[in-house]
């Protein structure tokens, strides 16, 4: 008999062996012919074994059963001793630990874990300035935009009055260099045949999530030497000094100093304008109240509508600073008309498999290209924290 017929014999056995276990439940004591029907059955199958592993030409069995095989047909015949009406030679719970998953090498091997095909990843916050400022792509290297440096006075005149040229006007030319940032990752040549990932889709998710939070910190606080200029670092952008020492409110613990910063700007950026704050600083804001003791934070009140501080939206930006000392923690403005972003390269990933190749790695190198600066800095107001 060979083995794929002894591995069907198996099987059809343990189909009919489970369904007189099962009518034997229903029925105990009525079943002992068919018991020696299958104990008999089952001796044939050991004896098949048996004959399967003896050598050629009549020799010596070479194959001694051990314990656990001598346990498996006790098993199929008998059950357990801690069941109802056990078999002599039925096995204790001990004795059938090797059968139990709990062990790799005695059956945790045949019950293998499942692998799903995710990664697990923490949230990665970055400023959003792209939604609320201006965005403008380039082929070149830079972008220039004229801009309006002086205009002239209108002048009252009678109807035959004698007239002369109203001077000032003039331009200039606001230029916005774009700027590089880089990331380099080597990948095993290994790991790129053998992950169960499409790395190179990973990668580039990676890339464009890491390029995202490198550029809205420095949108925000950017010296613009190799990277964009930031809008609290521009010496242009006017400043409001809150009302008390290491806090955003003032000494009675209302929002003042919010108040004069709304009011600091002209009214044509203001009803435009966007709060831009860090979730810390937002809930030092939803506690403050103004003169009439109302809270100078609203939530909006039907769907789609954004909540609101003194009537204007907000936006939370992570690269904000905290509520200290001499920080600027709160900025507010028309972001667009006050910032512009230019986009030259927004991503570009190389693959090299040679310059890593005798390391046996496949190198990948992302670059983009970016720029940003305050293009008019009188649409932008900042608060700053009295020391």
């Not at 001793?81 to 059956?107: H, I, Q, Y």
Request: proline share 4%.
């Amino acid at each position: 008999m060979d083995i794929s017929t002894l591995t069907d014999s198996v099987d059809e056995m343990c189909r009919t062996w489970a369904a007189f276990q099962e009518e034997n439940d229903r029925t105990t004591g009525r079943n002992d012919d068919a018991l020696h029907k299958m104990n008999g059955r089952m001796d044939q199958i050991e004896t098949a074994i048996r004959r399967a592993n003896r050598t050629p030409a009549g020799t010596a069995e070479t194959h001694d059963y051990g314990p656990e095989v001598k346990a498996y047909f006790d098993y199929l015949r008998h059950g357990t001793r801690d069941e109802p009406n056990p078999g002599a030679n039925a096995l204790s719970r001990e004795e059938m630990k090797a059968l139990t998953v709990g062990t790799d090498p005695t059956a945790g091997y045949l019950a293998p874990v499942e692998y799903a095909r995710e990664i697990i990843k923490g949230e990665v916050e970055f400023s959003p300035l792209r939604r609320i400022a201006r965005v403008r792509p380039t082929s070149r290297r830079a972008l220039q935009i004229p801009k309006r440096t002086g205009t002239f006075g209108a002048v009252w005149t009678a109807e035959s009055g004698t007239r002369s040229e109203t001077t000032g006007l003039s331009y200039g030319l606001e230029e916005f260099p774009t700027h590089e940032m880089y990331a380099l990752v080597d990948v095993s040549e290994q790991m790129m045949e053998d992950s169960e990932f499409n790395l190179e889709e990973e990668l580039q998710l990676e890339f464009s999530e890491q390029f995202a939070v490198t550029e809205g910190a420095a949108l925000v606080n950017g010296d613009g030497a190799g990277k964009p200029e930031g809008f609290l670092q521009h010496a242009d952008v006017a400043e409001t000094v809150s009302g008390s020492a290491g806090s955003i409110a003032d000494a009675s613990g209302q929002a003042d100093g919010l108040i004069d910063l709304y009011h600091g700007l002209k009214t044509a950026y203001a009803v435009n304008g966007t709060w831009l704050l860090n979730r810390a600083t937002l809930s030092e804001v939803r506690k403050l109240k103004d003169g009439q003791n109302n809270y100078i934070w609203q939530p909006g009140l039907a769907s789609g509508v954004a909540n609101t501080i003194l009537g204007q939206p907000y936006v939370e930006v992570p690269d904000m600073p905290d509520v200290a000392a001499g920080a600027f923690p709160i900025a507010f403005g028309d972001l667009r008309r006050g910032y512009v972003i230019v986009d030259r390269i927004n991503l570009s990933v190389l693959r090299d498999p040679f310059t890593q190749a005798t390391s046996g790695n496949v190198r990948f190198i992302a670059r983009r290209r970016v720029g940003g600066q305050v293009v008019l800095a009188e649409a932008i107001r900042k608060l700053k924290v009295s020391t």
